[in-house]
């Protein structure tokens, strides 16, 4: 339910929408920001964590005796350190066996155990004097193969959920899901052609360039201090007091700035550990991953493979949709497939659709949200399927799916009915767009796809408070991940009516603020957002009332208008307006300090959409692909601070170049990862890209005061099918299989031309 | 292996240290002078955000250890700004907002520089190869483009 | 260096020449090797110069790609070579890296080997007991592995004088444009006659077996022709022929195998030209 009546469309900001200096620029610029690894606290140790090296063996005994002698060696955790406090709740559970392993480790990388030392060659020294008596067991990496029949099983205790009657033997299948409506079956009876395909995508990682790092100081009080990169420090408090059985209020912790998250630092893997060696060596403890375990042991994002099968009337319109999802999650249940199925056909208006998914396990890290986590996969499937149907229906594809397109009381593919949305609007945007008619060069091919994403609220809590001079305090819970402190501080001027600089915000410990949920799902801007305008406003009443008692006026009388209180008409009196300056430096004779807060749990996020354009060109030789040309069109509601909303447009865009072009988790064999860094994990870089044109549509959102809509995740759903589209055109060859790497492109080539020669 | 004393020089000033004969110099930097400008991203030399100068050339301080800076002349981004002015790149980032998270920006700046210092006026694509040992992955690069060639000609107008 | 050679002779333990440190440094980091002894070779004066040697260069063992890239009169002469050295890492890496490192890591990817082999050019090796000056192709024996002894040091890379009408160029393929070990290398140098025709030729690979490999038969294909279409048709088959790839994580035997041959045809016509053929 919309929190606020007015209506956004109509109002006119002053500050909003302006592109100023962000608040913590210059200490990003000059090197003094303070990320995770920067933290330092006197006497500290270093941890360092020994990982398994079987992709899943049973941990049969650990000896420590060895390590513990060595000089310098403070403490050693294992297993037995962390006695189970989750009560039975199995996602905690989970949590709590992926970041110290128990009777198996489930995959290489896995933490078995942690040092504590005085440096950090002893620590290495010691994590090699730790012995382990492992059982080597069969393994699996491949959804597909981890769904067979026969598979090796990663726990017994898993019997597929969400299926009649529920199997009475263990396999690596969770849970099945199913979404839709209508009937697919009589759907596709009254379709003139039908394209059904299978695809498959590898498993990425988001390539933060920021490894996790904690700083931990735990005494034997109970009590406990964390400094830590993280997009939730309220989640890190709260999980970690539960592994550990803490009281929630004996933990501080504090975000650091973060140097990219992309929902790989929604949950925890090093914090835990690093305040179990603190309280055992009772000082303080550095964890910082290094590059190769950030690959191996926090999370990536799925792989998956699904089935799309799509049926059309020759007149262009959609009669069923069909998708079959399987997503492995890693070791442990909860791959997004549930948001993968929910998503596929979520751009379409459709009256019989059906999208089945099954969440699998296998024996590979457990995988963390990534951007839109699920959606970009099947987005991939779908917009495939849907870009070759419009050719064989001889539809451009963009009308195809502009006759088809999800609009303002279309029946969502997942349940809710939609209501105002801006997938047409970026569709119409896009035919008009100069990109949509220029020329393409030999080798060329131009491809494009839409995507959509939920967006989050969730629980906010924000205060504001107006310093004696006039100026505002406002302290988030919601680490800034990309320059939300400025987009906060834009939001509490616009409604305070000050100027941008006058406004300062910080991102508070947990001891300072109620909870907040974790910065993900596109949420900040829009949660945080309209919590920091409840704030103001709240702060506006008592400024108001403030000024109603210097008056001797009733509170009722007085408005508030661009930072000032007024007499609300001629009735109520001549006086000239008060600035917030002088009200705040009348406080503390008025009552004291005047502050605005606001807490909820933040509902009403617009869903968002985007069409992408692209132009590839391949080199028929060798497989190479270029991209030479990129547009985005995405709907932002409305862009608090434009150039953070491009900034999330071309990120999300680039990510998706890269998921779809070269990135990918490879395993050999003996189910070990073989490229756990960056020079074999081939994220784009500068010389790799286009510029990436920017389209920002303002659709309002009736939910958000303002009309925010989430921009973070969508940006990253159209591009892998986008472009699979250009490539697959510049090729001549539809490419069904991500990442399309230059090896797999002259395969389908060699094949297609072998295939012709047959003909 | 024991320890070994060094003479450099970090931005200017004349620094001392004693470090371990296979400690890098990103370490001697963060753990020992308090230099944390320099980021680890990956300690193998393919992210370069721990870039910083030796006697005027780009390099991961990754590579290098803390004993072969002695002698030598280290720039890092702490000494990028002059005194209380911003290096145009520095201001440029920020007013094209050419950063997201932050992390891979000081290493960005120094490379920026280093490649300025060569190259003033370079095309968009000798930019964009400039700057391919520095990964970033917020950004998708764009904004950081047009920040450099803006700060490039800002530079050659002044 | 004397003392450079005696000191790595005498150690008993894990012994380490440092020179641009690009390589050595990431395996210390990872914990892949634990040194009882590294040698840092840059401040021997020998190792940091480029010198005019008879008519061609000496490039001392420790002298980095981004001063490679400097010398006018090296990349006029040789712009196959330094456009491969230059390949190698980032602009940071090029700051550091060396040829000799390179060539003494002895992986079969490193991208200025096939250039030198191309190039036909020697090393000065400097051991325990005196010089000796071996081709560039004798160096790497297997992946990891090379023919130097114990206490040896290559102390320089020679590059001989170029006959007039001479060019080489070097490509690779690499699956986004910078950052990458080459999953196909391709080293070639020509000579022309004045009519234009190969009088002579090099081409050498890399990635495509454990060591780079000259192909004498590709060589074959081109001298004697103007390089038309059927010479490097003949050029590129000889190219795969001679490959021995595997299938792993930067690329299929298949696609090298078949790239090998691309890149040939195409790093023959950049030698050309600038060979001066038209």
């Known amino acids: 339910m919309p929190l606020d009546s007015t209506q956004p469309s109509k109002r006119d900001f002053s500050v909003v929408g302006t592109r100023p200096l962000r608040p913590d620029g210059i200490d990003k610029v000059t090197g003094r920001a303070k990320f995770g690894a920067d933290a330092t606290a006197p006497g500290m140790l270093v941890g360092r964590i020994l990982r398994s090296p079987h992709a899943h063996a049973r941990i049969k005994k650990i000896d420590t005796r060895k390590a513990e002698k060595l000089p310098g060696v403070k403490a050693i955790v294992t297993r037995e350190d962390f006695p189970d406090h989750t009560n039975g709740d199995a996602l905690l559970y989970d949590v709590l066996y992926n970041i110290m392993a128990r009777e198996k480790a489930l995959y290489e990388g896995h933490a078995v155990a942690a040092v504590a030392a005085v440096d950090a060659r002893t620590a290495r020294e010691a994590l090699k004097l730790i012995k382990i008596d492992y059982e080597v067991l069969p393994h699996v990496t491949d959804v597909d193969e981890a769904m067979k029949p026969g598979a090796p099983i990663l726990h017994s205790t898993i019997f597929t959920d969400g299926v009649e009657p529920k199997p009475k033997k263990p396999s690596n299948i969770v849970r099945r899901y199913e979404f839709g409506h209508g009937d697919v079956a009589a759907g596709f009876k009254q379709a003139d052609i039908v394209v059904e395909r299978t695809f498959k995508t590898e498993a990425t990682h988001q390539g933060y360039i920021e490894p996790h790092a904690c700083l931990a100081n735990a005494g034997p009080d109970g009590q406990a201090e964390l400094w830590v990169c993280t997009q939730g420090h309220f989640m890190v408090r709260d999980t970690c007091a539960r592994l550990l059985g803490m009281d929630i209020s004996k933990l501080r912790v504090t975000a650091s700035e973060i140097g990219g998250g992309f929902g790989g630092k929604t949950t925890v893997f090093i914090e835990p550990v690093a305040l179990a060696l603190s309280r055992k060596a009772n000082r303080p403890v550095k964890v910082v991953m290094s590059r190769d375990e950030v690959f191996k042991a926090s999370g990536p994002t799925s792989s998956t493979s699904i089935d799309v099968k799509i049926g059309v009337k020759k007149d262009g319109r959609i009669v069923a949709a069909d998708a079959t999802l399987r997503y492995q999650g890693g070791a442990f249940a909860g791959s997004p497939v549930e948001f993968g199925a929910m998503t596929a056909f979520a751009c379409y208006d459709l009256e019989n659709v059906r999208a089945v998914g099954y969440d699998v396990v296998t024996n590979r890290p457990k995988q963390a949200a990534y951007r839109a986590p699920g959606a970009p996969m099947s987005a991939f499937a779908v917009e495939s399927v849907i870009e070759e149907l419009a050719g064989k229906l001889g539809m451009t594809p963009i009308d195809f799916r502009i006759k088809n397109a999800a609009r303002e009381g279309t029946h969502s593919s997942y349940g809710p009915t939609y209501g105002p949305v801006g997938l047409l609007a970026t569709l119409e945007k896009a035919k008009q767009h100069p990109h949509f008619k220029a020329p393409l060069g030999p080798n060329q091919g131009r491809g494009m796809a839409c995507g959509f994403w939920f967006n989050f609220g969730g629980q906010t809590c924000v205060s504001l408070n107006v310093n004696n001079d006039g100026t505002v305090a406002l302290s988030v819970g919601t680490p800034d991940i990309g320059g939300s402190r400025a987009s906060m501080c834009l939001m509490a001027a616009e409604e305070l009516g000050i100027p941008y600089d006058k406004v300062r915000a910080i991102v508070a410990d947990t001891s300072s603020l109620g909870y907040n949920d974790v910065t993900d799902g596109s949420r900040v801007t829009f949660s945080t957002g309209m919590a920091t305008i409840h704030a103001a406003r709240a702060a506006i009443k008592k400024l108001c009332a403030r000024a109603a008692q210097i008056w001797g006026i009733p509170e009722e009388a007085v408005t508030w208008e661009k930072g000032y209180a007024k007499p609300a008409g001629p009735n109520a009196g001549n006086f000239p307006p008060l600035s917030i300056a002088e009200i705040a430096a009348q406080a503390g004779a008025t009552g004291g300090p005047i502050a605005g807060h606001h807490e909820y749990s933040a509902d009403g996020a617009g869903v968002s959409f985007a069409t992408h354009i692209v132009d590839a060109e391949v080199d028929p030789e060798t497989g190479a692909t270029k991209i030479v040309r990129y547009t985005v069109l995405q709907d932002a509601g409305k862009a608090v601070h434009p150039s953070y909303v491009e900034g999330q447009f071309q990120g999300g865009a680039v990510q998706g170049i890269g998921w779809a072009l070269n990135e990918e988790y490879i395993y050999g064999k003996d189910g070990r990862l073989q490229n756990a860094g960056f020079l074999d994990y081939r994220i784009p870089v500068c010389s790799d890209l286009p510029m990436i044109d920017t389209v920002i549509l303002e659709i309002p959102n009736p939910g958000h005061p303002y009309g925010v809509r989430g921009v973070g995740e969508t940006s990253i759903v159209p591009p892998l099918a986008a472009i699979a589209n250009s490539v697959s055109a510049a090729a001549g060859v539809r490419m069904t299989s991500l990442p399309m790497s230059p090896p797999r492109i002259l395969a389908a080539l060699e094949r297609q031309a072998m295939k012709r020669a047959a003909e | 292996m024991s320890a070994i004393h060094v003479t450099t020089k970090i931005n200017g000033d004349v620094v001392e240290y004693v470090c371990e004969a296979d400690e890098t110099l990103l370490d001697v930097l963060r753990n020992r002078l308090g230099l944390t400008g320099a980021k680890e991203g990956c300690s193998t030399g393919d992210c370069g955000a721990c870039s910083v100068t030796i006697d005027g050339r780009l390099t991961c301080s990754c590579l290098v250890l803390g004993a072969e800076a002695d002698g030598c002349e280290v720039g890092t981004i702490e000494g990028m700004a002059d005194g209380e002015e911003l290096h145009p790149l520095q201001r440029k980032f920020l007013e094209h907002a050419a950063l997201q998270c932050g992390i891979c920006t000081p290493g960005i700046l120094v490379a920026a520089k280093a490649l300025l210092d060569k190259n003033p006026k370079p095309t968009e694509t000798e930019v964009r190869f400039g700057l391919a040992g520095n990964l970033c992955r917020c950004t998708g690069y764009d904004k950081i483009v047009r920040a450099v060639m803006d700060a490039a000609q800002e530079m050659r107008r002044a | ?278």
């Open chain 3, 1 to 278: 260096m004397k003392q450079a050679t005696t000191l790595l002779a005498k150690e008993k333990g894990k012994a380490f020449i440092l020179a641009g440190g690009t390589d050595l440094l990431v395996r210390l980091r990872t914990g892949f090797i634990e040194p009882d002894l590294v040698v840092d070779i840059k401040r021997i004066g020998a190792t940091r110069a480029i010198a005019g040697v008879g008519g061609g260069f000496r490039i001392g063992a420790a002298v980095t790609g981004a001063e490679l890239g400097e010398h006018v009169k090296l990349v006029k002469a040789w712009p196959g070579v330094v456009e491969a050295a230059n390949l190698i890492g980032s602009k940071q890496v090029q700051g550091r890296c060396t040829m000799t490192g390179n060539l003494c890591n002895a992986s079969p990817a490193a991208d200025s080997v096939p250039a030198l082999v191309a190039a036909a050019a020697k090393v000065v090796i400097a051991g325990p007991k005196g010089k000796r000056t071996i081709p560039v192709e004798q160096v790497p024996t297997a992946p990891g592995k090379t023919s130097l002894k114990k206490g040896e040091i290559i102390e320089s890379i020679l590059l001989p004088k170029r006959p007039p009408r001479s060019g080489d160029a070097y490509l690779r393929f690499i699956p986004r444009t910078e950052m990458d070990i080459a999953v196909v290398g391709v080293g070639v140098s020509v000579t022309l006659d004045p009519k234009g025709v190969v009088t002579d030729a090099r081409v050498a690979l890399g990635a495509v077996a454990p060591t780079v490999l000259l192909v004498p038969e590709a060589a074959k294909a081109l001298i004697g022709t103007k390089m038309d279409k059927s010479a490097l048709d003949k050029l590129a088959a000889a190219c795969s022929a001679a490959c021995r790839p595997i299938d792993d994580k930067r690329g299929t035997r298949d696609f090298r195998i078949k790239v090998a041959g691309v890149l040939a045809r195409r790093a023959a016509q950049i030698a050309r030209k600038r060979a001066g053929g038209k």
